[in-house]
Every structure is written in C-alpha cells, then in structure tokens.
Nanobody, 118 residues
Framework: QVQLVESGGGLVQAGGSLRLSCALS????????MDWYRQAPGKQRELVAS???????NYADSVKGRFTISRDNTKNTVYLQMNSLRPDDTAVYSC????????????WGQGTQVTVSS
C-alpha cells in the first residue's frame, strides 16, 4: 500500500522558516513526479512547487525565491524548504505523487498545517 506522510508544519512568525517533509512508503520515490499543494481556508487549492523524477523544478510565482523543493530518492522523501514566510503562506500543505508513466496513478498525503503569524 502506497502512503504519503507529511511532517514539519507548525506555527512560525513572519520572516521565519520551516522545512516540510513528505515521506513515501510502499513504492520507490524515483518513479514519481512530486508536487506540493496548499489550501487556505476559503480558497482553492494551489500548486506551490513541483519536482520531476529528473529533478526539474517549478514554482508558483508567489513563492519563487523563497521556497525550495528537493527530493532524496534514497530516503524516499521530498522536502519543501520555506523561507521568508508571510502570513498569506498560512495553509494546509499537502504532497502529491504522480506516477511517471501511468499518470492516472496519484497519491495524496493527509496534509500538514502551516501557520504564519504577523
């Protein structure tokens, strides 16, 4: 059974940093493209950052220069380093795995809360 488990969320002051982790179990991370999404109360879910199996990355304009996505296939884990956090970064952050070849196969984690106080 494939599972994704996020961790690392919490409460931080504006300007601070957090590092989120997303651990995949039940399948090798190397065969998935990975995404981080976030959803704030009353807002639509937003794609924050992506990292392909080939380690190519993409970011939402709102987080460029502040967030960094990375992956460690040996640990089956994807990370989201978040610096210079702002109150509008407050949301539930979830990771998503998309199979490299069978694109209909996707998995979601349960999410981790990030709260940035002003």
């Amino acid at each position: 059974q494939v599972q994704l488990v996020e961790s690392g969320g919490g409460l931080v002051q504006a300007g601070g940093s957090l590092r989120l982790s997303c651990a995949l179990s039940g399948s090798p991370l190397s065969i998935y493209d990975m995404d981080w999404y976030r959803q704030a109360p009353g807002k639509q879910r937003e794609l924050v950052a992506s990292i392909g199996a080939g380690r190519n990355t993409n970011y939402a304009d709102s987080v460029k220069g502040r967030f960094t996505i990375s992956r460690d296939n040996t640990k089956n884990t994807v990370y989201l380093q978040m610096n210079s956090l702002r109150p509008d970064d407050t949301a539930v952050y979830s990771c998503n795995a998309v199979h490299l070849y069978l694109r209909r196969i996707t998995y979601w984690g349960q999410g981790t809360q990030v709260t940035v106080s002003s």
